[in-house]
């Protein structure tokens, strides 16, 4: 609570402004708790008086206000979908092929999946489905059983699951990443990572899996600082509102919370 501003936006810490990502996180983990928002008006009038025609500031800001129960404003919608049209003609140097996609160059891609994504969810709190041209763009990011601009990764690969749903081989691509009750960047590497862990959890939720395992929770639990937040790994860290969102998704995964 001590990061909400009077306006009723959260900051990273104060005495910076509030913004629409750590907003979220916030209202989010409020949620997941049943806690009663604090400044619930005021809240919606931040929320309203930051939207722009931005992925970001529609993601954040449709996200937070679905969180709360009310319906984001609908004539934004045109707007997502030649959004989300315009990022596959973009990539204009990128060829489809059978064994997925091939680039010539890299600058312009690494953040291509997760700005679909973030469109996507955006639409489906309006009650819509994704295009199937989007489907099959994000298809084409396939990387042997996982997904990714390059390589196949679990943050690439819980944002093409969340578009595409599960596919064959995935599961096992995501219990490789397990490590000390955590998941970690890549299989048979150190430390694990809350991020990683929330992508994986997420993943094998959209999946359809009921993953419960109690050394799971332990890693969780024992990233909690004495603030009562989260850090991202075993090591030392300071607790954010996003890393808290993680470890508060990870436990409602495990059903835990």
Not at 47 to 76: E, V
Not at 228 to 246: A, D
Request: glycine share 8%.
């Amino acid at each position: 609570m001590d990061r909400q501003n009077e306006d009723g936006g959260f900051c990273f810490c104060k005495p910076l402004e509030p913004t629409l990502p750590e907003t979220f996180y916030a209202v989010s983990i409020l949620k997941a708790l049943r806690c009663t928002i604090p400044k619930k008006e005021r809240l919606i009038e931040f929320l309203k008086r930051n939207l722009r025609r931005s992925t970001y500031s529609i993601y954040y800001t449709f996200k937070t206000l679905d969180a709360l129960g009310i319906q984001p404003p609908r004539d934004y919608e045109e707007w997502i979908v030649s959004k989300l049209r315009s990022l596959t003609k973009a990539v204009s140097e990128v060829e489809l092929r059978s064994g997925g996609i091939t680039a010539t160059y890299q600058f312009d891609l690494p953040n291509v999946l997760k700005d679909i994504y973030a469109l996507v969810e955006s639409l489906k709190t309006l009650g819509k489905k994704v295009p199937e041209e989007i489907v099959t763009f994000v298809n084409g990011f396939r990387r042997c059983e996982g997904f990714g601009i390059n390589s196949p990764n679990l943050k690439d690969s819980f944002y093409a699951v969340s578009i595409v749903g599960c596919t064959d081989g995935l599961i096992d691509f995501v219990m490789r990443h397990r490590c000390d009750g955590g998941f970690s960047k890549r299989p048979n590497s150190y430390p694990p990572y809350l991020e990683e862990t929330y992508y994986a959890l997420s993943i094998l939720k959209l999946c359809g899996v009921d993953y419960r395992d109690y050394r799971t929770y332990d890693f969780i639990v024992s990233l909690q600082n004495k603030d009562g937040g989260f850090r991202r790994s075993i090591y030392l860290g300071v607790s954010t509102l996003e890393f808290s969102y993680y470890a508060v998704e990870c436990l409602k995964c495990l059903g835990m919370l």
